[in-house]
């Protein structure tokens, strides 16, 4: 590899999650650029983290991040000319690797284009496509435009490998190194076992979601209150969806607490139980080792695309741990009368409540890794490298 000029890294992401991966992988990024007597160059798509770290992007990515295939078809068109004019970037300034981060349905669209036109330069993709849960067939064209993928989930490399795909590392999920951490420090709290414990309401981090989820919730703690269950509900959230919870609940016959989500290392951790939207909240929860019921509704559109759905679960507890651990609910079945039955089990002294943190410790141990994963992430990138004609 070449040290006589800057390496150029070129960032392809399309929603916040991926710019904070990238804000975390840069510095790493940097320090083995350093090692090796060289500067980092960087170029594309950054949210606010990455911005804070001196990458400008070629456009504001609230373009491009939407969820739900409904969402994605409304605004199709606006996409696929932002997939155009990041595939011209890219070939104007000729990256040395390009680092595709999450947001597949956008990113794989640009490194497929990209492959043709710049067949040589390394394409690495951090977090892995949910092959494992859908359209398996993807896994195996991967190999086409990607050259490694940077896997956040132990079981992704295995899989890719049966579905014969890319080569793939597990670096780690910088969520679990994050809440090792938070656990890790002395606790300065007192017994808490004679407290009313607390449930957490997690409806989702998008809109739609909340609008969707929500109103089941409010149903579930009326009838967990009728059967005399005792708790304090306390609902994490961010400022851009506070009024639009606030209006929904108002009416609630159990109103639950508002907290600020920013606080959520220290929320989740002194949490009884929870009820959430399926997603990364479970993996989180998990982590935190708090007993969880999860419901979902599926988008409109996405619900004729459901035969493509191979994985036996939604939820990735269940899925790391290989059993099923947390129970889950998709579209008709997320019952407010049933949803409330599972939680009463989960906020007491249960099988059922010992049966999820028993799984949940096997997580933990899954998820452990000996380095934080952006340094794991940084030295794969260089290797490959490395193993480039520079």
Sequence with gaps: MRTDRPLKVYFVLGEESGDALGADLLPALMNRAQETGRTLEIHGLSGSKLKQLGLNSLFDIEDIAVMGLS??????????????????????????????????????????????KMPVVPIVNYVCPSVWAWRSGRAKSMKNYVDHVLAILPFEPRVLKELDGPDATYVGHPLAMKVAEFHSRPSTESDDSLETPTLLILPGSRRAEVKK??????????????????????????????????????????????????????????????????????????????????????????????????????????LIADRVLVPEEHNEMVIPGRMARYLERLLLDTPERKLQLDGFDDVIREMQTKRPPSETAANVIFDLLDNKVG
Excluded: C
């Excluded at 040395?96 to 990113?107: A, C, H, M, N, R």
């Excluded at 508002?258 to 929870?274: P, Q």
């Design 71 to 116: 969402a994605v078809l409304a605004r199709l068109p606006k996409i696929v000319r932002r997939v155009y004019q990041t595939v011209a970037d890219i070939v104007a300034i000729k990256p040395d690797v390009i680092l595709l981060i999450d947001s597949p349905d956008f990113t794989h669209a640009v490194a497929k284009r990209v492959r043709r």
């Design 213 to 318: 989820m929500l109103a089941l919730y409010g149903e579930t703690l009326t009838v967990l209150k009728e059967r005399e269950v005792a708790f304090d509900a306390v609902l994490p959230t961010m400022d851009r969806l506070r009024a639009t919870i606030d209006e929904q609940i108002k009416y609630w016959p159990v109103r639950p607490t508002l907290v600020d989500s920013k606080d959520n290392l220290a929320t989740f951790s002194g949490a009884r139980a929870a009820i959430a939207t399926s997603g990364t909240v479970a993996l989180e929860l998990a982590l935190h080792r708090v007993p969880m019921a999860m419901g979902y509704k599926i988008d409109p559109v996405a619900r004729l695309f459901s035969k493509l759905i191979t994985t036996w679960s939604s939820i990735l507890p269940n």
